[in-house]
């Protein structure tokens, strides 16, 4: 066939064009659209990632998976051209790869992890394309082979889709880590189906190449034939099956899980001590249909399957009663109900037999009963599903984790348990929220369909119901399984076994964020506790004597690698309603001290970037959404409202540091109608916070109230020449400053830092730094300069020695300097330093709107010396950085800006034009009053701080 005849077909198929529109819903028509076909290449992206490599992270791994990006889309690219030569050779057709990994690789860099993750998704992926760039020129052609291609190449940028929307949902890095777990489960059911596709991709290329070699194609055929009247002669033995309890008929998924079980059971292979393999996790989750279903698909391969109920030592007896008779081995009515002696023949029974054999013991939770009825010998396989983890290492050998479903398959497991369409997009919403509300436990999912089915309720029903009466729903029995419990019971079962430490541990497990309790912070955050019976919380033995109760019980998972403990959350919603409301009281103000934990006192002191606790805080910081989350549904208070606006004030801090300013403003807005007493330093540090995000949102004359207020405070607590009253002080003149009311700004500085002399504070050098940007503002360079010159930090310092402080603090003093440098005319040196402040501020903070101020003043110098090239690409990254967040719209506005400019310079006028249009806008809505204002620099440089340290 060839290329014209192929491109002509291509545009009678609607194949290809459905895969367009497939890419076009998950983006959900976002502008991303627009600009992902700019890029047709795989050169054009590798360009474009040499541009950005000096601004990503510095991680040593982030680096090095850039680097390797080229070599791993050489399989992308092979699999592109094969498309292209096939049909048509339409390069837009496959622009939607390039684009796409364009767009995603700019979403990613805000942080080095997220940037890595991506680079390996890639990486991953394109190594599960088929492979037949040799048949590039010469593969031949069919519908089969088309629309396998198609659904390859539609699975794969539907990925690079619902990644981009992914990023566009999650601006702040710190929220898209919390869903980024969800994300992955995403790509990993992803990679499965693009291994399957690509299988049949290849499977469908050899059958046309074999096709134009008849004879091969013919001996093929022939043998298929040969196959199909091949009779399979059966064991004429007789076999045993004893399986009491029956599949769901609408048992669904799980194949990993069964593969699993397969390879390592083997009936197939001949041993004498029997294989053994343990499923375990907590009730509900689906462990007795898992083996259910084994014990179904494998009947034929085993002389006998033989279940054993084994969640007591009455129901294992009666089992082995039943198996005895079963096999004959049991005849008399005495030995009929003779237990030791039923069980001591069945093993007997299987050690003798020289058939494979099953034995499932179910719901073995207690493994010490276990042992006294568990086979030594024989040629036969163990399965066993049970709570206890530690069943994975004895008696079984090996073992798997059984998990929920996630939001994904759970959903589908639900539309098809209530009779619904599975491809109706508002179905799959609502069942995915139902999904993730029940945590995608298979028992819940079964539970809840009953319900809906029985009341015969709209989906989007269900949640508001379930929510005001959990409790009710859950104590009933609606499934079509025929499970005896139900998710009420099922809890009680295994709470009835806790108690002591452990108890007190799993009430204390609902008010963390359920995935990821550091076991740092429980220890930790203990000692901030004042009650005795919380001590054991301290010591790493007593925790670990506490946990390991409700391991074995199923009510709580650990990571071992990282002493990661995690919940599910309807055991979280399960123990708190089993809770009095003084119980409730307890616990939750006891999370409140250990939250607590992570986060620095911000307001006792004059204190500067608490930048070496950022690990401790980011641990915390899940655990104080979720507690606020709790507070709200239960509509709980804090008995020490004192100690809550404490946490939530710590918390705010942390994240106006990180920049995250929405977040902290929320967080502020809620410590201040918290705090009882309205005259203690820490309610002038949360009213100081709020001004200080006010100013950073460029309103300084919103900030300056609340910095009075803030410092009249200090003074009636602490008199008028403490440190803080400095701080405060401090605050003001950058308001003055901002409002360029110089001369106030001046005074206000001036008296700071005759009070940190005085105090000998060690943070005299912020003084020093804010006048110096001040004196700058005025025109003073060589003052300014000077000025700068007296921070005691900053002596000696070299760019190095700079570099690895980590301190966020300094890289704004390198900034400042290098505008100084750029008054005193020194432009080389004013864009050296700005470079390392930019590298500096892309690593420590991220793509914020600090780092966003770097790049407009390195595209500002390059400009200068003449490179206009880089300066609009630095823009073009500017633009793509303050478009995903929040707070970046000065940003943004001075970006187009400044683009529409150098356009213009270049001879772009569409392209300066559509700049011009964009900043126009923007700056009417950041600043009305700014509507009619000449399209200058000084103009938009109002939308931003004059300084962002």
């Known amino acids: 066939m060839s290329a014209n005849d192929s491109k002509e077909r291509r545009g009678r198929s609607p194949l290809w064009n459905r895969a367009i529109e497939r890419f076009r819903e998950e983006l959900e028509e976002s502008e991303d659209f627009k600009s992902i076909t700019d890029t047709a290449s795989l050169e054009d992206l590798l360009d474009y990632t040499k541009s950005i490599e000096p601004l990503l992270p510095r991680e040593r791994s982030a680096l090095s998976s850039m680097q390797r990006l080229g070599p791993t889309l050489k399989f992308v690219d092979d699999f592109s051209a094969v498309i292209a030569v096939c049909f048509g050779a339409d390069a837009k057709l496959t622009a939607f790869v390039w684009g796409s990994i364009r767009v995603m690789l700019s979403l990613a860099a805000s942080a080095g992890d997220t940037l890595k993750d991506v680079l390996e998704m890639l990486e991953d992926l394109s190594l599960k394309l088929p492979r037949f760039k040799t048949y590039e020129n010469d593969l031949p052609m069919d519908r089969e082979l088309e629309k396998a291609l198609v659904d390859v190449y539609t699975e794969v940028i539907c990925f690079y889709a619902r990644c981009i929307h992914f990023f566009r949902d999650h601006p702040h890095v710190m929220l898209r880590r919390d869903a980024w777990k969800e994300f992955r489960n995403d790509f990993e059911r992803t990679g499965r189906r693009i291994r399957h596709l690509s299988a049949t991709v290849e499977r469908e290329a050899e059958s046309a190449r074999m096709k134009h070699d008849r004879g091969k194609y013919d001996e093929v055929l022939d043998l298929m034939e040969n196959l199909k009247a091949t009779k399979i002669k059966g064991d004429e033995d007789s076999k045993y099956y004893h399986v009491p309890s029956e599949v769901s008929p609408r048992f669904w998924g799980r194949e990993d899980a069964l593969k699993v079980i397969e390879e390592a059971l083997k009936p197939t292979e001949n041993t004498y001590l029997p294989k053994t393999f343990a499923l375990h996790g907590m009730g509900g989750v689906g462990k007795t249909q898992i083996a259910l279903q084994y014990a179904l698909r494998n009947r034929a391969s085993y002389k006998a399957v033989l279940w054993v109920s084994a969640d007591n030592v009455i129901n294992m007896g009666q089992s082995f009663r039943e198996i005895a008779k079963l096999l004959g081995l049991a005849v008399t009515e005495e030995e009929m109900q003779d237990t030791v002696g039923a069980t001591r023949k069945v093993k007997n029974w299987l050690s003798d037999t020289i058939y494979p054999w099953l034995m499932i013991f179910d719901n073995a939770d207690d493994l010490e009963v276990l042992r006294h009825f568990w086979p030594a010998n024989g040629h036969g396989s163990i399965l066993l599903t049970t709570r206890d983890a530690s069943a994975i290492h004895s008696p079984a050998s090996g073992g798997m984790h059984v998990q929920p479903f996630d939001d994904a398959d759970g959903s589908r497991v639900l539309l098809n348990l209530v009779g619904l369409d599975n491809s109706s997009l508002e179905n799959q919403e609502q069942a995915k929220a139902i999904t993730n509300i ?435 690409e630095l823009l073009g990254q500017l633009v793509d950085i303050a478009g995903s967040i929040p707070e970046g719209q000065g940003q943004l506005a001075r970006a187009h800006f400044k683009l529409s400019v150098l356009c213009a310079e270049r001879e772009r006028a569409a392209e300066s034009q559509n700049h011009r249009k964009i900043a126009e806008k923007l700056k009417a809505q950041l600043k009305p009053d700014l509507t009619n204002a000449p399209f200058e620099e000084v103009e938009f440089t109002k939308l931003c701080l004059w300084m962002l340290w």
């Open 438 to 872: 029940l945590g995608g436990l298979p028992l819940a999912l079964n539970q809840m369909s009953g319900f809906i089915v029985q009341r015969r309720m709209p989906l989007q029903d269900f949640i508001p119901l379930y929510e005001r009466n959990a409790a009710k729903i859950d104590a009933r029995k609606m499934g079509i399984s025929n499970y005896e419990h139900t998710l009420s019971t099922v809890w009680n079962i295994s709470m009835g076994k806790v108690s002591g430490d452990s108890r007190t541990l799993l009430n204390l497990l609902p008010y963390f964020q359920p995935d990821g309790i550091d076991e740092a912070i429980l220890r930790q955050g203990a000692s901030l506790v004042d009650d005795p019976s919380f001590e054991f919380l301290q010591d790493e033995m007593d925790l670990g004597d506490a946990e390991e109760i409700l391991l074995k019980t199923g009510l709580i998972d650990k990571n071992a690698t990282n002493a990661v403990i995690s919940v599910h959350r309807l055991i979280q919603a399960a123990t708190l309603r089993s809770q009095s409301a003084t119980e409730r009281q307890k616990c939750f103000d006891t999370v409140v001290r250990i939250a607590s934990w992570g986060f620095p006192d911000t307001w006792s002191e004059d204190v500067g970037h608490q930048f070496q606790a950022w690990a401790n805080c980011e641990k915390c910081l899940p655990h104080v959404r979720h507690l606020l989350a709790v507070r709200d549904k239960y509509k709980m208070e804090p008995s020490n409202s004192q100690a809550y606006g404490e946490l939530l004030l710590r918390c705010s801090w942390y994240l106006y540091e990180r920049e995250y300013y929405d977040i902290a403003r929320s967080m502020v807005q809620a410590a201040l109608e918290t705090f009882p007493d309205k005259s203690t330093l820490a309610f002038a540090s949360t009213i100081d916070l709020s001004g200080l995000i006010d100013l950073d949102m460029n309103c300084p004359e919103k900030a300056l109230g609340p910095f009075n207020e803030a410092l009249e405070i200090r003074k009636q607590c602490m008199g008028p020449t403490d440190p803080m009253i400095a701080s405060s002080l401090n605050n003001i003149a950058l308001a003055y400053t901002e409002m360029n009311e110089l001369d106030k700004a001046y005074a206000a500085h001036s008296q700071a830092i005759e009070i940190r002399l005085n105090a000998k504070s060690d943070r005299i050098g912020n003084s020093y730094s804010n006048m110096s940007s001040l004196l700058l503002k005025m025109g003073r360079p060589d003052e300014a300069e000077e000025m700068l010159k007296r921070c005691p930090s900053l002596k000696d310092f070299t760019d190095e020695t700079f570099l690895k402080t980590g301190n966020p603090r300094f890289s704004g003093d390198m900034v400042l300097l290098s505008r100084i440098r750029v008054q005193q005319g020194r432009m080389d040196e004013a864009l050296r330093l700005a470079t390392k402040a930019l590298a500096f501020r892309q690593r420590t903070c991220g793509n914020r709107l600090k780092t966003c101020d770097s790049l407009y003043d390195v595209a500002s110098l390059m400009q200068g010396l003449g490179n206009t090239a880089s300066a609009i």
